[in-house]
Each structure stands twice: as C-alpha cells, then as structure tokens.
C-alpha cells in the first residue's frame, strides 16, 4: 500500500538507552508531522517539517528529543537517554503541502511506534 | 495555548441509539477542525474536516459534525450507531496563522456500542 509506514513497531529499552524511530511517508506529501500518545490521552505534537523549510520543534519535551528529515522522505525522531515517562505510542504522520486557503488539510497517520522504557 | 476538550471520555450505548460527542476549543480566530477515529487494531483516519462553508459536514460511515463558531464548538453526531462504530473518536483543531499547521487534539472519546 502506499500509506504511512513506521517502523521498528515495537521497541523495548532499558532507561538511559538511545532510541531512533522512523516514519516513511506517503510519497508527494511535503509535510510530515510526529505525535506522542501517552496512555489514555490525546496525540501531542512533538515536531513538524515542510518542504526544506526549518522545522517546528515546539512540541519536542525536552533537549533530548529530535528528529530529522531527509528532503521529503524518510524521517527519524531519536531519543537519548530515554526514561520511563517517554513510553509512549509515537505517531507520524504525512500531509500534502498547506492548505491555499490558509492552515493544515487531512493529516494521513501511520501504525505507530509503541515505545516501552523498563 | 491552543487546547481542546473532549468531555466525555468513555461513552457506551447500544446499537441503534443516537450519538453525540462535544468538542469545544479555545481559540478566536480562524480554524480549521477534523474529527479522526480509530478501530481497534487500526490507524488513525479522519472522519470529517471542516475548513469554510456550509457548518454542517457530513463525512463517512453516516457521521456529521456541526460547527458554531459562538459556542467554539465542534459536535461529532451520528444519529444511529452499529457495533462497528466502536472505537476512539479524537477532536482536532488547527488554529489558523497561530498555530501555523499544527493540529492540537482532544484527549479522545472511548465509544463502545453494545450489540
């Protein structure tokens, strides 16, 4: 199929490990988004990136958290040193280029990584 | 911030019944809206979105939303439920110029619908 892919997706560390997670988009899509979903709560936005645009990284945690795109492709989010609060699902997801008439259009999610820090 | 509430976050009813969910956000100006739904097992995919227009918007599986910009709301409606709309239902909203394209998302609502 040709929808967003993530992958590994599932991941079990131990504290204080490094972690890198990928998302491939759907191919065409400039922008591409990474959410965090804590158990039982909403998607938090973690970082965008569009085009060769700088990225917003307001929603990254903490300075141990960042993420990378390579053009319009593949993107990794890492995170060192991991704790436990960082167990979490890590959602991507993929998006044509912004709305002309102003904003964000349908956001196309993948499976997600489940992320377990022991 | 930009927030968003989604105030029931379990509902259960039985097939047949009508369904609303409440969604209310805080920001003035312009918006863009999105409901997403999740199956079990599945992925996140979007229900209905809102950009301009007419406030009433239909999307799939009989869903509608309702926008009211004086009451920032945004109510998810179905007005007859099958077992297979169990699922999480999210809210999501982007606030226009502000929020650049960021969706900022209700913390989800946990329908089941008993057979």
């Known amino acids: 199929g040709a929808g967003v892919s993530q992958s590994p997706s599932n991941k079990v560390t131990e504290k204080g490990k490094d972690v890198e997670l990928r998302c491939d988009p759907i191919?065409?899509?400039?922008?591409l988004y990474w959410y965090r979903q804590r158990l039982g709560q909403g998607l938090e936005f973690l970082i965008y990136?569009?085009?060769?645009?700088?990225?917003?990284k307001s929603g990254l945690p903490s300075d141990r958290f960042s993420a990378e795109r390579t053009g319009e492709s593949v993107s990794t989010l890492t995170i060192q040193r991991t704790q436990q609060e960082d167990s979490a699902v890590y959602l991507c997801?993929?998006?044509?280029?912004?709305?002309?008439?102003?904003?964000?259009?349908?956001?196309?999610f993948g499976p997600g990584t489940r992320l377990t820090v022991l | 911030a930009q927030s968003v509430s989604q105030h029931n976050h379990h509902v259960i009813l039985s097939e047949a019944a009508s369904l609303e969910l409440g969604c209310n956000y805080s920001?003035?100006?312009?918006?863009?809206l999105f409901w997403y739904v999740q199956y079990p097992g599945q992925h996140l995919q979007l229900l209905l979105k809102?950009?301009?227009?007419?406030?009433l918007v239909k999307g799939i599986k009989g869903f509608e939303a309702e926008f009211i910009k004086s009451k920032f709301s945004f109510n998810l409606r179905k007005p007859s439920v099958q077992w297979s709309d169990t699922a999480e239902y999210f809210c999501?909203?982007?606030?226009?110029?502000?929020?650049?394209?960021?969706?900022?998302f209700g913390g989800g609502t946990r329908v089941l619908v008993k057979p």
């Open positions: 997801a993929s998006s044509l280029a912004p709305l002309t008439s102003g904003g964000a259009g349908e956001q196309f």
């Open positions: 191919s065409g899509h400039t922008a």
């Open positions: 990136f569009q085009g060769n645009s700088a990225p917003d």
């Open positions: 920001y003035g100006g312009t918006v863009n």
């Open positions: 809102y950009f301009s227009g007419d406030p």
């Open positions: 999501a909203v982007n606030a226009r110029g502000a929020a650049g394209n960021k969706l900022t």
